[in-house]
């Protein structure tokens, strides 16, 4: 049997883990599909995540998921900040197990790239200004490196409540029924946006050097932890790299990934980008080597490294796994072109599909 497609298992810090089908991961994606602006789910995100846990992947992740309203990239987008929303995703969560595949949540705040119009193709683009229905986006400085509306410089004291935020959104995630959480690090949002030299320009605790660009990451996953049960799997999404001079570099989110991974994440998810202009490399797999840097420096043993990034062929997702540069992979757009991404992948690798394949749809896998 093929790697892709073979058994896994998430480490836990205690238990046995999550036991998964495959080694195919969703990719959160934001839908823009939340009513009234309220962040909560609807019936689109029941259809777009269980078409994707019935076309065969292992664990589907939600899209980013605000912690705090402020924290949605744009007001369309889904959070769990109050009790109602942990509700409104049940159901969803529900029917993502139903079709064999593990439920997961991305926790996430958006920062100064908060407060946009949502990217579909007639929307405007930059700062949904408050007349419109928007927010003053914050940020750990007040600077213009994302090319939308200034955002308000954090307070000390602002930093400690959003803390204790990703905190209630993980109780609230684990009582929705959700079996792993990913903290968003990534793509120049909160999280990034202190990590990075280029977006943080604070002279106090949270500012400066790496120790302190840390800081506040790494009181979010000590808080999240505190909150989300220790035999459930904790992940992390990183931009490896800024790909630009004087930003966030693969060499620190190495040495960050073992920093949090004493603090008890388990699972890994390697991105890259997100802080001005993008100028890395592109192409099919651009971003294996960022995960191949993580996977070499963490223990083999409780720990689980994702690649991502233009991986859209079954035979090119194999090769990464054989290689070991990965433990397993995660599809993002090609996934949104083909909800049976990995039905079609066991096909590819020859491992057939009778158990990936929803009964409903049994007579398509006939010759």
Not at 90 to 115: E, N, R, T
Not at 137 to 163: Q, R, T, Y
């Amino acid at each position: 049997m093929s790697r892709l497609l073979s058994p896994v298992t998430l480490p836990s810090v205690e238990g046995d883990g999550l036991p998964l089908r495959n080694a195919t991961f969703l990719a959160p994606m934001c839908q823009y599909s939340v009513t009234e602006r309220d962040g909560l789910p609807t019936s689109w995100q029941l259809v777009h995540l269980g078409a994707r846990a019935s076309g065969g992947f292992g664990l589907v992740w939600t899209e980013a998921t605000a912690v705090v309203p402020e924290g949605r990239i744009s007001p369309e987008d889904t959070g769990i900040w109050s009790d109602e929303h942990t509700e409104a995703w049940k159901p969803i969560v529900d029917f993502i197990h139903s079709q064999g595949a593990a439920a997961g949540i991305q926790l996430a705040h958006a920062g100064g790239k908060a407060s946009t119009y949502p990217a579909l193709p007639d929307a405007e683009r930059g700062t949904v200004p408050e007349s419109a229905g928007g927010w003053i986006a914050e940020a750990p400085s007040s600077s213009d490196v994302f090319g939308l509306a200034l955002p308000a410089a954090l307070s000390v004291e602002k930093i400690g409540e959003l803390v204790a935020s990703w905190g209630r959104a993980a109780r609230r995630a684990h009582e929705a029924g959700f079996d792993a959480l990913q903290i968003h690090a990534a793509h120049g949002y909160l999280l990034h946006e202190f990590l990075s030299p280029r977006s943080n320009q604070r002279e106090d605790e949270y500012g400066g050097s790496f120790e302190n660009r840390i800081r506040f990451a790494l009181e979010i996953v000590t808080e999240v932890r505190r909150n989300w049960p220790a035999e459930k799997p904790l992940a992390i999404r990183f931009s490896g790299e800024d790909w630009i001079e004087g930003g966030w570099t693969i060499a620190e989110t190495v040495e960050l990934a073992t920093r949090v991974h004493k603090l008890g994440v388990t699972v890994f998810d390697l991105s890259s980008g997100g802080i001005g202009a993008f100028t890395g490399p592109t192409g099919p797999g651009y971003q294996v080597t960022l995960a191949r840097a993580v996977r070499e420096a963490l223990p083999q043993k409780g720990t689980f490294v994702t690649a991502v990034g233009q991986i859209t062929e079954a035979r090119h997702a194999e090769a990464i796994l054989v290689a070991g540069d990965a433990d397993g992979i995660t599809v993002g757009r090609a996934a949104l072109a083909n909800p049976n991404w990995a039905v079609h992948a066991a096909v590819q690798l020859g491992d057939g599909q009778e158990q990936l394949v929803a009964p409903q749809y049994w007579r398509a896998s006939m010759a």
